[in-house]
């Protein structure tokens, strides 16, 4: 148990403002491992002027010095891998195996793609008789959950500093840890004071302080529609630019000419990884009838091969959540084909792997975002259906499909209402537009359309 000091603002570590601190809890055994301070409205002000003072001179620093910038946290990002996947590992409770080959080695390859991109990337060009100029949007403020803690700072603190703007970052207040670590490296790679600054503290006061300052030219957010929601409205009363990044409820589609048992692995090995606290995560896998008992049945055989291995959830809320899910995924009249709400282990806030059959569009289970590890398998009677079926939530963040040649997957795939689709099991790709269509987000982070997020246009004709 620790407690870590200040806030970094300015190029340095700083006494918090306040008197109050959040604890730091390991979700796997309920121990706390740490504290942090419990930034204020006041933090949020010294944070956001140290961006604002230090904005034209970073806006006007030459994109191959920025460039040169990110190449440098790269490295020390890569040289503390092993450090920053036990802080996920402490702090977020996944498998340090997990920790060490996404929550470590993503963000590495994030920021050395926003390192290329800054040295490449054309900030000027001509059309007709105008020079178009893409200058810097500001100063961004980046709130970010727990679920991805690294990736989705470096998602948006390495495209915001490659395209010239200064930064503010309220992490969750589930995973501070890795927050600090990464200032710590922004530091080392010898980024200018002011450019990059953290303020810990809780979403309601730290982040809605942030939200709502008019230094602020843009909010960048990741997490639940319900605060994406409240930041786009208080966005909206200051006509400042929002970028949101929203939840999902993703379908797996298997059409009857893929390879079943491939499919239903992969579909189950994704849902499962991080505890299903993913919110790309394809929770609905949606199988042709004549196929679908089968797929139940290997699907409850590969979730229960997950028992021993998964992570715990966040905390204790997340997993009452997600037990309740369950519970009404049971009381709705589905079929449950593997694990429960029982939780399988004394200390720490786990929940079975959980599999439900007989799930129908209607149900909670089939239209709300669990954010846990829980599956829902449902037929469907012939290609246009399963289209409906897919097509019929709120959301639109990825998904998948598979089919015995990659044309006819393609073709499904296209008219799906997503932003991002897997092709017969399609790698993650750190190059790739990432975001939502309908309430799943606003924007798109990561790539060149990452960048362009970041930037604004200037035409100067002659
Ligand atoms: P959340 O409350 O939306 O948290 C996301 C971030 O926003 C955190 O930094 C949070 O701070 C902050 N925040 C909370 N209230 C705020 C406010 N009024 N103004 C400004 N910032 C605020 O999400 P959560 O409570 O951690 O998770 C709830 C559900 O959201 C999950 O079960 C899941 O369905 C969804 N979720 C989606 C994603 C995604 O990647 N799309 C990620 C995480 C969660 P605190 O940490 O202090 O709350
Ligand atoms: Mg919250």
Known sequence: MKAYDGMYIGGAWRPAAGQDVIEVVNPADEQVIGTVP???????????RAARAALPAWAATPPAERAARLSALRDVLAARADEIAGTVTAELGSPLKFSQAVHAAVPIAVAGSYAELAATYSFEEKTGNSVVHHEPIGVVAAITPWNYPLHQIVAKVAPALAAGC??????????PLVARLFADAVHKAGVPAGVFNLVTGLGPVAGQALAEHPGVDLVSFTGSTAVGRRIAAIAAGQVKKVALELGGKSANVILPSADLAKAVNVGVANVMSNSGQTCSAWTRMLVHRDHYDEAVELAATAAAKYGERIGPVVNAKQRDRVRGYIEKGVAEGAR???GGPESPRETGYFVS????????EGMTIAQEEIF?????????????????????????????VWAGEEAEAVAFARRMETGQVDINGGRFNPLAPFGGYKQSGVGRELGVHGLAEYLQTKSLQF
């Not at 419990?38 to 956001?48: I, K, L, N, S, Y």
């Not at 846990?372 to 963040?397: F, K, M």
Request: proline share 5%.
């Open 353 to 360: 792997p959980t599999v439900f059959a007989d799930v129908t």
């Open 166 to 175: 200064t930064v503010v970052v309220k992490p969750a207040e589930d995973t």
């Open 372 to 400: 846990g590890p829980v599956l829902s398998v449902l037929a469907y009677e012939d290609e246009e259906d399963a289209l409906r079926i897919a097509n019929g939530t709120v959301y639109g963040l990825a998904g998948a």
């Open 336 to 338: 449950l084909v593997a």
């Open 38 to 48: 419990a930034g204020t409205a006041e933090d949020v002000d010294a944070a956001v």
